[in-house]
């Protein structure tokens, strides 16, 4: 099992960026893909980004295509997402997670999940 926990969140203007990362528990990180989504108020959780395990392949949702770069430190058991240009639209709760094997932009693939963070982006 892993244990995923996020930080980094926060109230940003239109156009500023944002780094959130999410630290994982265990010694096993690298067997993980890794995801993040977000879940915007009265909306579904979307797929924002995944990175395969040894960090060598990374997915985007095209909402975010250009604008946000996920990564990862196997040695510190982290990934983060660099958020840059940052729109009111990308306002959301923000959540890592974790699966076995390859990298999915499904939400019913992963396994496990952190508690999020909330972005907000001002206008």
């Known amino acids: 099992q892993v244990q995923l926990v996020e930080s980094g969140g926060g109230l940003v203007q239109a156009g500023d960026s944002l780094t959130l990362s999410c630290a994982a528990s265990?010694?096993?990180?690298?067997?993980?893909?890794m995801g993040w989504f977000r879940q915007a108020p009265g909306n579904e959780r979307e797929f924002v980004a995944a990175?395969?395990?040894?960090?060598?392949?990374?997915y985007y949702a095209d909402s975010v295509k250009g604008r946000f770069t996920i990564s990862r430190d196997n040695a510190k058991n982290t990934v983060n997402l660099q958020m840059n240009s940052l729109k009111p639209e990308d306002t959301a709760i923000y959540s890592c997670?974790?699966?076995?094997?390859?990298?999915?932009?499904?939400?019913?693939?992963?396994?496990?999940w952190g508690q999020g963070t909330q972005v907000t982006v001002s206008s």
């Open positions: 997670a974790a699966r076995e094997r390859l990298m999915s932009s499904r939400e019913r693939e992963y396994a496990y």
């Open positions: 265990g010694r096993t990180f690298s067997r993980y893909a």
């Open positions: 990175i395969a395990r040894e960090g060598d392949y990374t």
